[in-house]
């Protein structure tokens, strides 16, 4: 059946794109954010671990609602590790150790490059595609991994 809500056909795919590459980016950090949880060793072992499981259940949330949102719109979402290496701007790859610090640095550093790709769209679904709820949703995600990122942070210091 067909999408009709207000956004040409062309608009929705560019936008779908767009948030496949999110949703590349944040199952890549979900799935960064469990290595951390499982592989996590040294003396604040226990209240990091669980910090790291309360990020990997929000990351699962977002995860899921980046997908529907792709849906929303029309459009099938990249659901495969194939597809999700394909398109990601992350590395899979953690740099350092099994410490806190260095796995938050980690985490870090991957929240601040999501950051930088939805602010780098935010504007462009609005005005460009004609796409003011998708907008708003990624705003929404960016204030998310802005929190985090200020927690992520404050831990370094």
């Given at each position: 059946?067909?999408?009709?809500?207000?956004?040409?056909?062309?608009?929705?795919?560019?936008?779908a794109?767009q948030?496949?590459?999110?949703?590349?980016?944040?199952?890549?950090?979900y799935?960064?954010?469990?290595?951390?949880?499982w592989?996590?060793?040294?003396?604040?072992?226990?209240?990091?671990?669980?910090?790291?499981?309360?990020?990997?259940?929000?990351?699962?949330?977002?995860?899921?609602?980046v997908?529907?949102?792709?849906?929303?719109?029309?459009?099938?979402?990249?659901?495969?590790?194939k597809?999700f290496i394909?398109?990601?701007?992350?590395?899979?790859?953690?740099?350092?150790?099994?410490n806190?610090?260095?796995l938050?640095?980690?985490?870090?550093g991957?929240h601040?490059?999501?950051?930088e790709?939805i602010?780098?769209?935010?504007?462009?679904f609005?005005?460009?595609?004609?796409?003011?709820?998708?907008?708003?949703f990624?705003?929404?995600l960016?204030?998310?991994h802005?929190?985090?990122?200020?927690?992520?942070?404050?831990?370094l210091?």
């Amino acid at each position: 059946m067909k999408t009709s809500i207000g956004i040409s056909e062309a608009n929705r795919k560019t936008v779908a794109e767009q948030l496949g590459k999110l949703l590349a980016d944040e199952f890549v950090l979900y799935t960064k954010t469990l290595n951390a949880h499982w592989n996590l060793e040294g003396p604040d072992f226990h209240s990091v671990h669980l910090y790291f499981e309360d990020l990997y259940e929000q990351s699962q949330e977002i995860v899921d609602s980046v997908a529907e949102r792709i849906r929303q719109l029309g459009h099938y979402a990249p659901a495969s590790l194939k597809d999700f290496i394909k398109l990601t701007h992350l590395t899979e790859q953690l740099k350092g150790g099994n410490n806190s610090l260095d796995l938050i640095k980690n985490l870090l550093g991957d929240h601040e490059s999501i950051i930088e790709f939805i602010r780098g769209n935010v504007k462009e679904f609005d005005e460009a595609h004609k796409d003011a709820g998708t907008s708003d949703f990624v705003t929404g995600l960016m204030e998310k991994h802005e929190k985090t990122a200020w927690m992520l942070r404050a831990h370094l210091k």
